[in-house]
């Protein structure tokens, strides 16, 4: 998984390079296809659960699961750009969200405060731990600045299969399980602008904020250890 997380973080390098206004969507979607094929992984988001592309592009109030297309990006959008991949029967998943050229003060901070509840959530991904405290501390660093999380997408676990247990809310719960050594976890705080409530559009994929405000979203796979959390991605 270690060597499957580099090669994803690498392709995401990529994309973040030639993210720029007037690429569309579906491009991005191509060079997702071409740079896991020549780095020797497949994509894992293809065909999941009928998912149509290799890589999920959500722009604006977009929050997760955009599916790319014709749409071209324009100076002032925010992207995420959320993707995995599988190398030898493993899969790994990573996201970030990029600004297209100058961006607003709050999406400047908003994408600073989702990346940051995300260290805050890794931080607590130790041995002996509990999932409710990398749950609690992404919530509490996102709602201490002003922003959202939102509650219906979860992060989980991951490995053989994309998604496994547990699932990883973005705020506070209950303690849940205890953290093991070698667990790997897919972190992935979803933070909003204005309020936590979504909708899904008309295509059944793509969810939105419902109040139409800015989201951003940042995600890494973690190996659980017996000192600090590995970040694989």
Known sequence: MRQCGRILAAILDKLRMELRAGITTRQLDTIMAKESRQRGVDPSFKGYHGFPANLCVSV???????????????QGDIVSLDAGVILKGFHTDA???????????????????????????????TKGAHI???SAAIQTYAESR?????????????GRELHEDPQI?????DKGPVLQEGMTLAIEPMVNAGGCRTKVAPNRWT????????????????????GEPEILT
Do not use: M
């Open 207 to 226: 969810v939105l904020t419902f109040d139409g405000k800015l989201s951003a979203h940042f995600e890494h796979t973690i190996a659980v250890t017996a």
């Open 60 to 74: 604006n109030d977009e929050i997760v699961h955009g599916i790319p297309g014709e749409r071209v990006l324009r």
């Open 132 to 134: 409710g405290d990398i």
């Open 146 to 158: 002003g922003f959202s999380v939102v509650r219906e997408y979860t992060g989980h676990g991951v």
């Open 169 to 173: 809310p973005n705020f506070a719960f």
């Open 95 to 125: 996201a970030i969200t990029v600004g297209v050229g100058e961006i607003s003060q709050q999406a400047k901070e908003l994408i600073a405060v989702t990346e940051c509840s995300l260290n805050a959530g890794i931080a607590q991904a």
